[in-house]
């Protein structure tokens, strides 16, 4: 339902899913924490107009820490087998570059269900990937088509 509300509010499904995901390895298992967090985001909306008081430059520390913090997790690959690392590259390098999530990880996905089936791994991908992956080719088409016609 939030992936939902997400598209019906022109946010990424995606970041739905990774914020979940995220939750869910630090313990976050029965939901209470999805809302707990969407009752505070509630309670946000009434301080909105203090963003207008902070410059957009004040964010940039605290996205370079959330940077680090996640390229830490780089260590975990394995990097010996290019059809994982190369994919988590494409994520990890086209999120800042695109300014969106969903290229990078949509990039990452097609990636990696390309390269597991040109090094001769297709079965270790699991259907929905196939799915997904299918769907993100759809998406990056979109635009390029809609611009031809």
């Not at 598209?7 to 990424?12: E, F, K, L, T």
């Not at 914020?19 to 209470?32: H, K, M, N, P």
């Not at 001769?120 to 080719?137: E, N, T």
Request: proline letters at 5%; charged letters at 10%; zero cysteines.
């Amino acid at each position: 339902m939030a992936a939902a509300a997400g598209g019906a509010g022109s946010v990424s499904s995606n970041t739905t899913y990774i914020e979940s995901t995220a939750g869910v390895a630090d313990g976050a298992r029965t939901g209470l924490a999805s809302v707990v967090t969407g009752l505070l985001f509630l309670v946000a909306v009434f301080f909105t107009p203090l963003v207008a008081v902070v410059p957009a430059e004040a964010a940039a520390p605290a996205l370079v820490v959330v940077g680090a913090l996640m390229v830490t997790q780089i260590r975990y690959l394995s990097w010996d087998d290019m059809s994982l690392v190369i994919p988590a590259f494409l994520t990890i390098a086209l999120m800042p570059f695109t300014f969106s999530i969903t290229n990078g990880i949509g990039a990452g996905v097609i990636s990696f269900v390309l390269l597991r089936l040109a090094v001769g791994r297709a079965r270790d991908v699991h259907p929905l990937m196939w799915v997904i992956s299918v769907m993100f080719v759809v998406y990056f088409a979109l635009e390029p088509l809609q611009q031809l016609l």
